[in-house]
């Protein structure tokens, strides 16, 4: 394979990935193809940093709408996501992948806290880092913590890995059969159209700081190497010329 588009990457995986097929928790099948894929990436030289979701165990909101204080709900999703790394991390090393995984929560037994330094170290040695934990902050969503990690990695894109929606539509392609794809669009435009593409505080960090983002369907064999190769895959978000 040519020489990889992408250098360093922030992969952004959603809580609802590693369900899978099942209604809620974690499927190992999906932790296994998961695994299969970020190994193939990490084989072609590419630096990968993973930001974990935790909607498959524990949603902050969901549970704030159910009369439950929105920083400890928030908080217990953080300690959601944190079990996700922890079952990702399995994966990878059992595909024999060098992996190490920091959370923004202090948690020693199980975790390496989030030192920025640290985790690029990481990157440049070819291990994997999980970022878990969120930001740390309630309020802030994983969106939000994966645009502010590779922003402090000074990665080159990040990748919002989606599952069953191939890209961003202009509406929910699995209501509207009638939903039309873009292949590029622009920051302020996903911000004016309320695009369900990642929260505003996230976009509004990639767009201040003009770090590409590409949305894809993680579940399509192949599409991160197809990315990493510098093919169109999904929709481009990048700001204009």
């Given amino acids: 394979m040519a020489e990889p588009r992408y250098r360093r990457i922030v992969l952004k995986i959603s809580g609802e990935s590693l369900r899978g097929e099942t209604q809620y928790g974690i499927d190992p099948a999906a932790v296994n193809y998961l695994s299969e894929q970020i190994g193939e990436a990490a084989k ?27 920083a400890t709900a928030d908080y217990a999703g953080m300690l959601a996501t944190i079990i996700n790394a922890l079952a990702l991390q ?3 090393e059992q595909q024999g992948i060098d992996v190490r995984t920091q959370s923004a929560l202090q948690m020693q037994a199980v975790a390496e806290p989030y030192i920025r ?40 894109v990040l990748l919002m890995a989606k599952n069953n929606v ?5 509406s929910d392609p699995n209501e509207n059969s009638d939903a039309v794809r ?60």
């Avoid at 072609?44 to 204080?69: F, K, P, T, Y």
């Fill in 44 to 70: 072609l030289g590419v630096q990968i940093a993973v930001v974990m979701g935790g909607g498959n165990i524990w949603r902050g909101e969901a549970a704030e709408s159910r009369g439950m204080d929105r």
């Fill in 90 to 92: 399995d994966g990878l």
């Fill in 117 to 156: 330094r640290r985790a690029i170290r990481h990157l440049e040695k070819g291990r994997v880092v999980l970022f878990a934990a969120g930001t740390g902050n309630p309020y802030m969503t994983t969106d939000t913590a994966s645009a502010l990690r590779a922003l402090e990695i000074n990665a080159d």
């Fill in 166 to 170: 191939d890209g961003v539509y202009d």
């Fill in 182 to 241: 873009f292949g590029s669009l622009d920051y302020m435009d996903a911000l004016n159209m309320r695009l369900a593409v990642m929260d505003s505080t996230a976009l509004s960090l990639c767009m201040d700081n003009k770090l590409p983002i590409v949305v894809f369907n993680v579940f399509e064999p192949g599409t991160m190497g197809n990315i990493l190769a510098g093919k169109t895959v999904g929709t481009l978000i990048t700001g204009r010329d």
